[in-house]
């Protein structure tokens, strides 16, 4: 968490730093259901600006593009025990497949 009691990990623009901190407390046997750390985290990434229609931008610029970030931060979400039901993360997953054919580019 930020010094200023966000809950987020710098900086607050890109989504993806925080969604790697939240998958190393998921894989450290914390979630949703027994941190409130994570709880936060969570929430912070599912109401990210950077996030609109089923997309988290990177917040990088051009090196790191929505694919990448949009499937660490569901990754991340899903890992801590977010529901895959949820709106947010059903647009997310449909992107993702959507895009396919853009997985694996050169850029």
Known sequence: MNKKGGKYFY????????????????????????SEPVQKIAKWLLEHPNYSDGRWQSGTGEWNIWLETT?????????????????????????????????????
């Open 11 to 34: 900086p607050a623009r890109v989504p993806w730093c925080t969604a790697r901190i939240l998958i190393g407390l998921g894989l450290c046997g914390r979630n949703v259901e027994n």
């Open 71 to 107: 499937a660490l931060t569901v990754r991340a979400l899903l890992l801590v025990g977010i529901s895959p039901q949820k709106d947010r993360i059903q647009k997310a997953i449909k992107n993702l497949y959507d895009a396919r054919s853009e997985w694996i580019q050169e850029r």
